[in-house]
C-alpha cells in the first residue's frame, strides 16, 4: 500500500528532526563565531577558525582526545572479542548449566543505570587492590575493564542477533566435510558475522569514547579522558573551543555514518544484481 | 569424466583414521572456554560488585567516614563486625531528602518516557512509511546523533538556552518576553534535555516493530471499512505493543539514574537519584549510604521492570 | 518395536550399514525409539515418513551431528557411534543446501578435499571433474546467490561426493526444486548413484520421491519404523492402516472377519452394503476387528452391473474430478460409504460419468488389502 503520509505525520518528522538536528547545527555555526562570548554572534570577526586552532594547541584536550581513543579502541576490541564467544555460546549451544543467569548478566548492564555501575565496579576494583594488590590503583586499565563489561553486552545483542540468522547447517555442512570446530569456526562463522563484528566494534568505540559516568567513577588521577575533560569545562561554564570540538566529532562521524551507508547501499545494489542473474541462470 | 562406480575402487581420498574419544574431549573443552571466558568475565567485573555493593551498603557507616582512608577501616569493620546493620537503610527511607529525590527521578523518567513516546511514535511511523532510499537515510540521521557524542548535545543546548542565547533572542525578538528568562538551572530545563537525549532510545525499537508489520492487514482492514485513523488505533498500534514495551524500557531505566543532564543543566534545588549517589560518593565519601541508595534505586527498577513484563504478558494473552 | 529388514535383493554381501537399536531422547520426548536396520552397500534406502517422525533425527545419527541415547551405528563393520562427523567416512547433503555463501562454487566443492590435506593443484583437477558430472563445467567461479535452485542442489551433490564417502545421506534432496525440475532430477539422481555405486540414504516425507528414487523404502511413524520393503512392497502389500493410508490414496473400510478359509476370507463392512471377498486367507481369529485398503485405481466403473458376483456395489456419483489423465470420482454407496475410484483416460471420447448419475463399482478378489486396526 503506497499511502501518503498524513499532514499530522509529516509535521511530526519534520519537528522531530528539526529537535534533533538544532543544537548540532547551532554548536557548528558558533564554533565559527569569533566571540568568547559563546551565545552572542559577532558578526565583525566571523567566521573564524581561531578556536580550532586554540584548540589544536590545547595539550591537555590533545591528551585526553588520545588516552579516549585508546581506551576506546582496546575496550571495543576487548568487548567485541567476549561478546563472539558470548553470543556463540547463547544461540549455539543451547542447554548448559547456569545459562538463565548467563542470560541476565550478558543483557543487565544495557539497562543498569550507569551510576550503579559505576560505583560497583570502583567498590570491586578497591577490594580487588585490597585483598589481591592488583589494580595497583584507578587508571587506564580499570577504565578499560570497566568499558569492556558495558560495551561487551550491547555488542552482545548485534553479534547475537547475527549469528541466529546463519543457518546453522552451514557449520554442520563444514564439519561433515571434515572440518573441526574451531576451524569451522574460523572458515565459516567468523567470515559470515563480520559485519556484525564490524558494528559491534563501531558501537563499543563510541560507548566507551563517550562515556563519562562510569568513567568517572573508575578513572585515577592521572587519566583524565576527553568526557572527563569536556564536563569539567562544562561546568565551569561554556568554553568557545568545545564547539569546535563538537564540529570536529560531528564532521568524523558523519564520515563514518555515509560511508557506512554508501557500502551498504553498493552490497545491496550487488545483491540485487546477483539475484538477477542466478533467476536468468535456469 | 569419471568411470564407473568410485566406492569399490577404494578411497583414494583417506579420511582421518577415528581416533575415539579425544576429539570429543576436545570439542568439550573448547564448548567450556567459549562459555566460560565472558561469563567469567561478567561475574567477576558484574555480578561480584554487587555482593560487594551490597555489603558495602549494610557496613557501618560511621567507621567508613573519615575521608582520608575509607578502606582500611572497613577492612578492620570486616572483622569486627560481622552482623548485618541496616541502619543505612533505614537512614535512607527515613530522610525526607532522599525520599524525594527517588520519588521526582520516578517522576522525571516518566515523564520522559511519555514525551519521547508522544514524538518518537509518529516519526519512526512517518519513517517506516517513507518510500525507498529515503527511509535508510531518514533512519541513518535518527542514529547518527546517537553517535555523536551525548555530552557534548547536552552542551549545546547549554549554549541555546543561556541568557544571551538563541532561545532568549529570539523570544525578546518576537516580544514575547521584555528581558531575558531563566531558562538554564530550570525543571524545564532537564526534561528539554531528557527527551532530547533519549528519543533516539524510543524511536530507533518503533522504527523496528513498525517496519516489521504486515502492510496487507491494514490493506484488509480499509478492505472492510475501516477508515485510515480507526486502522491506526484497532491494528498498527496493537501490533507494535511490542516496540512501544522496548523503547519505554530503554527511555525510563537509564533516564531514572541520570546524572550528566541534571548536574549540567538542572538547578542546584532539582534532585534525582543519579545526582545524589554521586555527591555522597564524590562529595560526602558516604560509601555505605551511597551503596544503600544504590540497592534501593535497584530495587525500585527491578520491581518495575518486573511489572511491565507482567503487564507485557498479559497484553499478549489478552490479544 | 523392532523390524527385521527384509534382505535387500541387490545381492551385496552383509549389511553395509547396521543401525542396531538406536534410540534419541531429547528430554522426554523420544524422537527415535530402538530402530534396528541393515542397508546393504550400494542401495538407495528411503526413510519416508511425516514431519516429526523422527527420520531426520536418525540421519543426523548418521553423519554425526546427534549422538544416540543407546544403540550404536556400525559402517563397512567399522562402530563409529562415537565417532565426530569430522572423522566420518560419511558426507551429507543439506535439505538447504547448506553452500558456503561467501565462497564461490570451486571453493564449495574443494572444501572437502581442502580439510584433509589434499594439494590445491589436486583438489583443482578433481573439482572440475565433479563439476562436470554435474554439468556445471564453466560456473566455478560463480558465488552460491548468483545460481537457481537446480544448480544449487547440483553443486550440492559434487560437494558431498567430491571425498568419495561410503554413504551419502540426502536430507529431502529434491523438496526445494519445482515439480517439472524435481522429475528430472530425480533420475539424474539415480543414474548418478547407479554409476558411482555409493550407498545412499534418503529422508523424504514426499512419497512420490521415495517412489521413484528408492530400491527400498522405511516407513516412520513417530520415530519407529512401521515397514521396510521395496516400493511395490509398500505400495501393494502395507502391514498397517497407516502405512495404506499414507502411501497413495486409498479407500479404508473397518470392518470384522466373518469367514477365514485357506484359500478366501470375508469381511463384513458396516456401510458398505457388501461383504468385501477376498482370494486369499488372513489366519486371524474369526470375528477379529480388521481394516480393508482398497485402491481408487483398483475399481471399476460401470452403468449396467457387472456379471461378477462378489465385490459390486451401487452408488450414485457425487462429485467428479477431471485431472486429465485420470479421473477420480467420489461414489456414495447406498450405506453412506465415500468411494474413491480413480479410472484412466484412455481414450479422449471415453463414455462421461454425469454427477448423480447411479453406477456399478466392483473389483477383483485380488485387490483388498486386509490390514490389522
Not at chain 1, 125 to 147: D, N, S
Not at chain 3, 175 to 183: H, N, P, Q, S, V
Not at chain 3, 300 to 319: F, K, T, W, Y
Request: glycine share 8%; with cysteine; net charge neutral.
Amino acid at each position: 500500500m503506497k499511502s501518503r503520509l498524513s499532514p499530522f505525520v509529516l509535521s511530526m518528522l519534520i519537528f522531530g528532526f528539526a529537535f534533533l538536528y538544532l543544537p548540532i547545527f547551532s554548536m557548528i555555526v558558533y564554533s565559527f563565531n569569533a566571540s568568547r562570548m559563546v551565545t552572542v554572534w559577532d558578526s565583525v570577526h566571523s567566521p573564524t577558525l581561531a578556536w580550532y586552532l586554540e584548540l589544536f594547541g590545547n595539550d591537555e584536550i590533545l591528551e585526553a582526545a588520545q588516552l579516549s581513543f585508546r581506551i576506546a579502541a582496546v575496550s571495543a576490541t576487548g568487548a567485541v572479542i567476549l561478546a563472539t564467544l558470548a553470543a556463540f555460546a547463547l544461540v549455539r549451544y543451547r542447554r548448559f548449566r547456569w545459562r538463565g543467569l548467563f542470560g541476565v548478566l550478558t543483557t543487565a548492564p544495557m539497562v543498569l543505570p550507569e551510576v550503579i555501575t559505576g560505583l560497583s565496579l570502583l567498590l570491586l576494583f578497591v577490594a580487588l587492590e585490597q585483598w589481591t594488590g592488583w589494580p595497583p590503583g584507578r587508571g587506564a586499565a580499570t577504565i578499560t575493564i570497566a568499558h569492556v563489561t558495558f560495551c561487551m553486552a550491547y555488542a552482545i545483542v548485534v553479534i547475537q542477533a547475527r549469528l541466529a540468522t546463519v543457518d546453522r547447517s552451514l557449520e554442520e555442512a563444514a564439519m561433515d566435510l571434515g572440518a573441526r570446530p574451531w576451524k569451522v569456526f574460523m572458515v565459516i562463522t567468523l567470515p559470515l558475522i563480520l559485519p556484525a563484528i564490524a558494528s559491534a566494534w563501531m558501537l563499543s568505540f563510541i560507548l566507551s569514547w563517550d562515556d563519562i559516568v562510569i568513567t568517572s567513577f573508575v578513572s585515577g588521577p592521572g587519566s583524565t579522558t576527553l568526557p572527563q575533560l569536556v564536563f569539567s569545562k562544562v561546568r565551569l561554564g561554556v568554553s568557545p573551543d568545545i564547539n569546535a570540538l563538537a564540529t570536529i566529532l560531528v564532521g568524523l562521524v558523519s564520515v563514518c555514518v555515509a560511508v557506512a551507508g554508501a557500502v551498504m547501499m553498493r552490497t545491496e545494489r550487488r545483491r540485487l544484481r546477483d539475484a538477477q542473474i542466478a533467476t536468468g541462470a535456469h | 569424466m569419471l568411470g564407473c562406480g568410485f566406492a569399490d575402487r577404494g578411497f583414494p581420498v583417506n579420511h582421518r583414521a577415528f581416533s575415539g574419544r579425544w576429539p570429543r574431549l576436545r570439542a568439550e573443552l573448547g564448548r567450556r572456554s567459549v562459555i566460560g571466558l565472558p561469563f567469567g568475565w561478567l561475574l567477576l567485573f558484574f555480578a561480584v560488585p554487587f555482593l560487594i555493593v551490597l555489603k558495602i551498603s549494610v557496613s557501618n557507616a560511621v567507621l567508613a567516614m573519615p575521608p582520608v582512608a575509607p578502606v582500611l577501616i572497613w577492612g578492620h569493620d570486616r572483622i569486627l563486625q560481622i552482623h548485618v546493620q541496616f541502619s543505612n537503610y533505614a537512614f535512607v527511607l527515613a530522610d525526607r531528602l532522599y525520599v524525594a529525590a527517588f520519588i521526582n527521578s520516578l517522576r522525571v523518567a516518566a515523564v520522559t518516557t511519555l514525551l519521547t513516546l508522544l514524538i518518537g511514535y509518529p516519526m519512526a511511523y512517518g519513517i517506516s512509511r517513507t518510500p525507498g532510499v529515503w527511509r535508510n537515510v531518514l533512519f541513518m540521521f535518527v542514529a547518527l546523533p546517537f553517535f555523536t557524542s551525548f555530552l557534548l548535545r547536552v552542551y549545546a543546548w547549554i549554549g541555546l538556552l543561556g541568557r544571551s542565547g538563541p532561545v532568549n533572542g529570539l523570544l525578546l525578538h518576537l516580544g514575547l518576553i521584555h528581558e531575558p528568562i531563566q531558562l538554564l538551572q530550570t525543571d524545564f530545563a532537564v526534561y528539554l534535555g531528557m527527551v532530547y537525549s533519549y528519543l533516539p532510545f524510543m524511536v530507533l525499537p518503533l522504527y523496528a516493530s513498525i517496519e516489521k508489520l504486515d502492510l496487507t492487514l491494514l490493506e484488509a482492514a480499509a478492505d472492510l471499512g475501516c477508515r485510515p485513523t480507526r486502522a491506526f488505533f484497532a491494528i498498527t498500534l496493537p501490533l507494535t505493543r511490542e516496540g512501544i514495551f522496548a523503547g519505554c524500557l530503554l527511555v525510563f531505566i537509564p533516564a531514572v539514574g541520570e546524572y550528566v543532564i541534571p548536574a549540567l543543566m538542572g538547578g542546584p534545588d532539582t534532585l534525582m537519584i543519579g545526582r545524589v549517589v554521586w555527591d555522597e560518593f564524590f562529595a560526602n565519601r558516604d560509601w555505605p549510604v551511597a551503596s544503600a541508595l544504590a540497592i534501593v534505586l535497584l530495587v525500585i527498577l527491578s520491581g518495575f521492570v518486573f511489572l511491565l513484563q507482567k503487564v507485557q504478558a498479559q497484553a499478549e494473552e489478552a490479544g | 518395536m523392532t523390524v527385521n529388514p527384509v534382505q535387500s535383493n541387490g545381492g551385496a554381501s552383509g549389511p553395509y550399514v547396521r543401525i542396531d537399536g538406536v534410540t534419541k531422547r531429547f528430554g522426554d520426548f523420544e524422537a527415535v525409539s530402538h530402530v534396528s536396520l541393515d542397508i546393504a552397500q550400494g542401495e538407495i534406502f528411503c526413510l519416508l515418513g511425516g514431519s516429526g517422525c523422527g527420520k531426520t533425527t536418525l540421519l543426523r545419527i548418521l553423519a554425526g551431528f546427534e549422538t544416540p541415547s543407546a544403540g550404536s551405528i556400525f559402517i563397512d563393520g567399522v562402530d563409529v557411534t562415537a565417532v565426530p562427523p569430522y572423522e566420518r567416512p560419511v558426507n551429507m547433503m543439506f535439505q538447504s543446501y547448506a553452500l558456503f555463501p561467501h565462497m564461490t562454487v570451486a571453493q564449495n566443492v574443494a572444501f572437502g578435499l581442502r580439510q584433509d590435506g589434499v594439494s590445491k593443484a589436486a583438489a583443482a583437477e578433481r573439482v572440475n571433474e565433479m563439476l562436470a558430472m554435474v554439468q556445471l563445467e564453466g560456473y566455478e567461479g560463480r558465488k552460491p546467490h548468483q545460481l537457481s535452485g537446480g544448480q544449487r542442489q547440483r553443486v550440492a551433490l559434487a560437494r558431498a561426493l567430491v571425498k568419495r564417502p561410503k554413504l551419502l545421506l540426502l536430507d529431502e534432496p529434491l523438496g526445494a526444486l519445482d515439480k517439472k525440475l524435481r522429475e528430472r532430477t530425480q533420475f539424474e539422481l539415480v543414474k548418478l548413484q547407479e554409476r558411482l555405486g555409493v550407498t545412499f540414504v534418503i529422508v523424504t516425507h514426499d512419497q512420490e520421491e521415495a517412489m521413484t528414487l528408492a530400491s527400498r523404502i522405511g516407513v516412520m511413524r513417530s520415530g519407529e519404523i512401521l515397514q521396510v520393503g521395496s516400493p511395490t512392497d509398500i505400495y501393494e502389500f502395507p502391514n498397517s492402516r497407516y502405512v495404506a493410508d499414507f502411501i497413495g490414496s486409498v479407500n479404508l473400510f473397518d470392518g470384522q472377519l466373518v469367514v477365514d478359509e485357506p484359500d478366501h476370507c470375508r469381511i463384513a463392512c458396516a456401510g458398505l452394503g457388501v461383504d468385501i471377498f477376498v482370494d486369499h486367507g488372513v489366519s486371524a481369529a474369526p470375528g477379529a476387528k480388521v481394516s480393508v485398503a482398497l485402491r481408487p485405481e483398483k475399481i471399476r466403473l460401470a452403468r449396467e452391473r457387472p456379471e461378477q458376483r462378489e465385490n459390486v456395489v451401487m452408488g450414485s456419483v457425487s462429485g467428479i474430478a477431471y485431472l486429465g489423465d485420470s479421473t477420480r470420482f467420489l461414489v456414495l454407496l447406498e450405506g453412506g460409504t465415500q468411494l474413491q475410484v480413480t479410472r484412466p483416460n484412455f481414450d479422449r471420447h471415453d463414455e462421461h460419468l454425469e454427477d448423480n448419475e447411479v453406477v456399478w463399482a466392483c473389483w477383483d478378489a485380488g485387490s483388498p488389502i486386509v490390514v490389522s486396526r
